[in-house]
């Protein structure tokens, strides 16, 4: 009721002031009038105003992080909103504060076709999209520098937050390689790879005359060469949404999801007496 008040009350006010000026007033704001409300429709001046009050500018409650993300990425003005400022920056073992006048608009991995997410295990999966979550960090995993820089974003009150940044050196094993150590050598040294893959390779797939079906089969290592796609050979990004990734784990899947272009592709490694190696590889990208 007070909304319909308040509605009736500008509507009374915006039609005394087009009283008063009716003289003087050209018809370019009539039109200008008009074509607002053909935007909306064709709705009657009180359900104009009504919905002028009523509606927000950018609905945030308990929104998806899959969603915003994108969103953060992609809109300066929303990132700024978005970050708290100053904001922590932690690089390696020096402890700094970004302040507002000095950031700078981060696209994250928006401006690849791609991005990638690191599991240690299959029930991780299950993790991405979980509407519960209120802590996830975003991850730039750096091959050659062997570092990893962490985006910390936390649920305040319905909105997703960036709160702080982590720069660190991934751990080492003196003994045994670790993945990045490994995927670093498998996607630049083709020898090196050859001797790493499971042979035969598991291998799924749509089934090319029915795109519903999946098909289950395997690869000899001529046909993986033959198949298998570029993989990122500079850095890898991660979304956290609360799986392990531990530095050390002896399984890792990296999933590839294309941005905007159906592509989908994800890696098994297994590492078996110190060895690792791509053990299951599906393309069911469409």
């Not at 319909?4 to 500008?10: D, I, N, P, T």
């Not at 708290?84 to 994250?108: M, Q, R, S």
């Not at 003196?174 to 990045?180: P, Q, R």
Request: negative net charge.
């Amino acid at each position: 009721m007070k909304k319909s008040l308040f509605a009736v009350a500008l509507l009374m006010l915006l039609l005394a002031c087009n009283g008063r000026k009716n003289e003087t007033v050209s018809s370019e704001p009539q039109a200008e009038a008009t074509d607002t409300l053909l935007l909306y429709g064709g709705e009657d001046t009180l359900s104009l105003l009504e919905r002028l009050v009523e509606e927000p500018k950018y609905e945030v409650a308990n929104e998806l992080f899959d969603d915003f993300i994108f969103n953060y990425a992609g809109d300066e003005e929303l990132q700024r909103e978005r970050t708290v400022f100053p904001l922590p920056y932690y690089n390696i073992d020096k402890p700094t504060k970004i302040e507002a006048g000095a950031w700078k608009h981060d696209y994250l991995f928006t401006k690849q076709n791609y991005y990638t997410l690191l599991f240690d295990d299959e029930k991780e999966m299950d993790l991405v999209g979980d509407t519960a979550q209120t802590s996830v960090q975003v991850e730039w995993i750096y091959l050659n520098s062997h570092q990893v820089k962490r985006y910390y974003f936390e649920r305040i009150k319905g909105k997703w937050m960036l709160e702080a940044i982590n720069l660190r050196y991934i751990e080492k094993n003196d003994k045994d390689e670790n993945f990045v150590q490994f995927y670093t050598r498998f996607v630049t040294d083709s020898l090196y790879q050859s001797t790493h893959i499971a042979n035969p390779l598991e291998f799924v797939t749509i089934d090319p005359d029915d795109e519903f079906t999946i098909l289950e089969t395997t690869l000899d290592l001529n046909q993986w060469y033959a198949f298998r796609p570029t993989l990122p050979t500079d850095k890898l990004s991660n979304i956290s949404y609360g799986q392990k990734n531990e530095d050390l784990s002896t399984s890792k899947i990296l999933k590839v999801n294309g941005i905007g272009n159906g592509y989908a592709n994800v890696f098994y490694f297994r590492k078996e007496a110190g060895e690792w190696k791509l053990c299951k590889y599906e393309d069911t990208s469409i």
